[in-house]
């Protein structure tokens, strides 16, 4: 499940910032909220999507933001 | 998810009217070399991607929340256009309509010089507030270096016969002297440093209105340069190839503002905004 929950955020950042950073804003949240990108736990999925919305927050408005965060906590629900 | 999902008809648009208008004045110049329209079509095309560039970037300033970051970055870049349309259009009215020869400095040149304020402080604008999220130092210190390097190969081509004008006076050598120092430093810098930091974005859709940006500002100062050695060996002619620098660059402005609001509307899986 973990790998999956990494995936699945990866996939929804890669079309707005690339794969490259993605995959590295993933890894910095995780790791902020304690956790490698593969230990992430559908019970973390808010907290570190918290971290990824200051990390993605300049590149795009608010509404973007909203939209990946709401996408990343529905495809990661159990 | 493809381009066709996000880029709207309206950018399409715009950069396929932008290089129509510029394309077809280039044609029209070179047949009317000589002619009393030879003014009127090396002049047309700046106007044109000139007010597109302009109302596009402050429109799409405008579309975003004061509390988002755009809205400034976009106002002054919005600005700065604005501020080369006013100066395109008095040099064109001096020219084409008032058929004189434009003085150096003219009414135009306070728009231009102030423009590059406006770009410079857009520009800055924007790297700041993408240090949360990528190094901005390393890309500031490479672009400092190439910059420096450039100010040092045109110093003798373009700033020492400037200082060393003695038919000019202090106030004409300074406006002068401020053109290529503001297209070196308040719009190639900051260009190149953020086109360094958005390269780690790769193909990030939310990059593309700055690479757009980049694009347009790089051929505005590719131009400029070329107007300053040009005009420095009396080469230099309204309507000259070198001035479609400055219409692609006007476009590629126009271009990357309408692409901010495309970039920035939520996509729904499927394509639906």
């Known amino acids: 499940m973990s790998k999956q929950i ?19 804003y993933v890894a910095d949240a995780a790791s902020q909220v304690g ?24 590149f795009a408005a608010r509404p973007v933001v909203d939209q990946a965060i709401e996408d990343i906590i529905s495809q990661t629900r159990v | ?67 988002e970051g755009f809205r400034r970055q976009w106002l002054l870049i919005g600005l700065g256009m604005s501020a080369i349309f006013a100066g395109d259009a008095i040099f064109a009215y001096l020219e084409v309509v008032a058929h004189k020869e434009v003085p150096f400095p ?7 010089l102030v423009s590059f304020l406006l770009f410079g402080g857009g520009l800055l604008l924007t790297l700041l507030s993408f240090r ?7 890309p500031l210190t490479v672009s400092f270096v190439t910059c420096a390097l450039a100010t040092v190969a045109l110093w003798p081509s373009i700033f020492w016969p400037i200082i060393t004008d003695a038919e000019a006076g202090s106030f004409e050598k300074l406006l002068t002297i401020w053109y290529p120092i503001g297209d070196l430093w308040l719009l190639a810098f900051p260009a190149l440093a953020l086109a360094i930091a958005l390269s780690r974005l790769g193909g990030g ?24 050695l040009m005009s420095n060996d009396g080469t230099y002619a309204s309507g000259s190839t070198i001035d479609a620098g400055w219409w692609f660059g006007y476009t590629a ?18 394509g639906a905004s």
């Open chain 1, 6 to 24: 990494r995936d699945t955020a990866v996939g929804v950042l890669e079309p707005l910032v690339g794969r490259a950073m993605a995959t590295l």
């Open chain 1, 35 to 58: 956790m490698t990108s593969d230990e992430i736990e559908p019970g973390d999925v808010r907290a570190v999507c918290d971290v990824l919305r200051s990390k993605i927050g300049p």
């Open chain 2, 1 to 67: 998810m493809g381009t066709d999902h996000v880029v709207s008809r309206r950018t399409w648009g715009i950069a396929a009217a932008g290089i129509l208008v510029s394309v077809v004045c280039l044609a029209l110049i070179r047949r009317s070399i000589g002619t009393d329209t030879e003014a009127f079509y090396g002049n047309l095309p700046s106007i044109l991607t000139g007010a597109a560039a302009s109302i596009t970037a402050l429109w799409a300033a405008m579309h975003f929340d004061r509390s």
């Open chain 2, 106 to 112: 003219s009414i135009a040149d306070p728009f231009y």
């Open chain 2, 132 to 138: 949360r999220s990528l190094s901005i130092m390393a």
């Open chain 2, 205 to 228: 859709r939310l990059a593309w209105p700055w690479w757009a940006l980049v694009v347009g500002f790089s051929g505005i100062a590719l131009s400029d340069t070329l107007f300053a």
């Open chain 2, 253 to 270: 402005v126009a271009v990357a503002a309408s692409l901010l609001v495309d970039v920035q509307r939520p996509i729904r899986r499927g």
